[in-house]
């Protein structure tokens, strides 16, 4: 009897490592696969690697709309910067040409690094779509690159290490909220030190972050991060302390520009969430329904995800849901697209995004421990939001051609 419950034990021990190996080996090689279509090298053309290079080719072909659209607006609006005082957002408008009846706003670079794919999106509009658009009663506003300091040094959030679009809030009331589930988390998405891909910690994440699930689900876990918190600056999805200077130098620029329209939509260019290829469509949760009515027309034969979905998130101080805020009399219109890379609305998609996210904060806040680690961690996060892949590139310009052409039908 001794011998079968020793032998049972072993038999346990050698399945449970043999699960924790096969956990960590999938956790490590983890890659979400491409989408299958034709590369289209004409579509690749919109995408420039560098913030300088995006600016450069916004602002160039904005200026030559301007014979065909002769009261187009075209600025930029300095950002300061401690360390950099060569950050722009830029913009262009185009006005209704004849009766301000609705204004499109199209923006991009609210997470920095997203906004090369974002730029892109909006250089594919310009330079293909509004040709063919009828402008008579629609204005447009592109913003291109809102948050500059993390689209040049391929961040997400900004110098203050704010995550703009969990720091929009006309309410003050919005930086003294408290996130308990992500300060039940912070031990673990908080690392101490400089950043060592080697470190037990990081290799047996997934064990950690799998016994998180257990205890409670991904869709607790994933809201109690991503939702935005405002107690810990140095911690991931920071919401900030009052406005940044971003939000501040645009919000007079937008009430100016659609005060004389009676409808305002925005639409806000994200990647990372969701499956890999997919164009995901994702507002906040509305309440009104004569607001999810008219998306509804807009974007009819698209999936809207609503929000009331198990493997949803929502976030608190959101660029959308701001631009209606601040204009309450408008008839205003918010939806976000997100260009998946990672599979994260997958469980192990999912842990793989929240580590990385990890992995860059603790490398920013604590430096790297060797310049291998550093060149990993920059791979890996440039991939996470900003994928190489001309597959995946081509399948946003597509897919965004496509739906851009009913919203401009159908506004």
């Known amino acids: 009897m001794k011998k079968i419950i020793i032998s049972l034990l072993i038999g346990l021990f050698v399945i449970i490592a043999i699960s924790i190996f096969t956990i960590t080996i999938k956790f490590k090689n983890y890659k979400a696969k491409d989408i299958s279509i034709a590369v289209d090298e004409s579509a690749l053309n919109y995408f420039q690697e560098s913030y300088e290079e995006c600016r450069c080719k916004f602002i160039s072909t904005s200026l030559r709309m301007k014979e065909n659209y002769p009261k187009i607006i075209i600025n930029g609006l300095k ?8 950050l722009t957002i830029d913009y262009t408008y185009i006005p209704a040409k004849i009766e301000s009846k609705t204004l499109l706003i199209i923006s991009s670079g609210i997470h920095g690094v997203e906004g090369y794919t974002g730029s892109a999106v909006q250089l594919m509009v310009m330079e293909e779509l509004l040709e063919n658009a009828n402008l008579s009663n629609l204005g447009i506003l592109l913003i291109h690159g809102m948050n500059p300091y993390g689209f040049k040094n391929k961040l997400r959030f900004t110098e203050n290490n704010v995550d703009l679009n969990r720091n929009c809030s006309h309410n003050p009331k919005l930086y003294e909220s408290k996130n308990q589930g992500y300060t039940q988390l912070y031990d673990m998405l908080n690392p101490e030190g400089e950043v060592n891909t080697s470190d037990l910690k990081h ?9 998180k699930i257990a205890k409670e ?38 009430h100016e520009l659609s005060k004389d329209y009676e409808k305002v939509m925005n639409i806000d260019l994200h990647t990372g969430y969701g499956a890999r290829g997919k164009l995901h469509l994702f507002p906040n949760p509305i309440e009104d329904k004569q607001v999810k009515n008219d998306l509804g027309i807009i974007f009819e034969g698209y999936d809207i995800d609503w929000g009331d979905g198990d493997d949803f998130y929502t976030v608190t101080g959101d660029f959308t849901g701001y631009i209606g805020r601040i204009q309450p009399e408008k008839h205003y219109l918010p939806m976000l697209f997100e260009y998946g890379t990672m599979n994260s609305q997958t469980t192990l998609g999912s842990m793989k995004s929240i580590h990385n996210m990890i992995l860059i904060n603790q490398a920013v806040q604590n430096g790297y421990a060797s310049e291998k680690d550093e060149a990993k961690i920059e791979d890996i996060f440039l991939e996470m939001y900003y994928p190489s892949s001309k597959l995946w590139r081509t399948k946003v310009i597509n897919d965004s051609k496509e739906i851009l052409k009913q919203v401009l039908v159908k506004l």
Do not use: C, W
Request: net charge negative; charged share 15%; glycine share 12%.
């Open 217 to 254: 689900s991904i869709g607790v876990l994933r809201q109690a991060i991503l939702q935005g918190q405002y107690e810990y600056p140095e911690g991931l999805y920071f919401g900030g302390e009052n406005l940044e200077p971003s939000i501040h130098a645009i919000t007079p620029v937008i």
């Open 203 to 211: 290799v047996f994440f997934p064990l950690i972050g799998f016994a």
């Open 79 to 86: 950002i300061p910067g401690k360390m950099d005082d060569e």
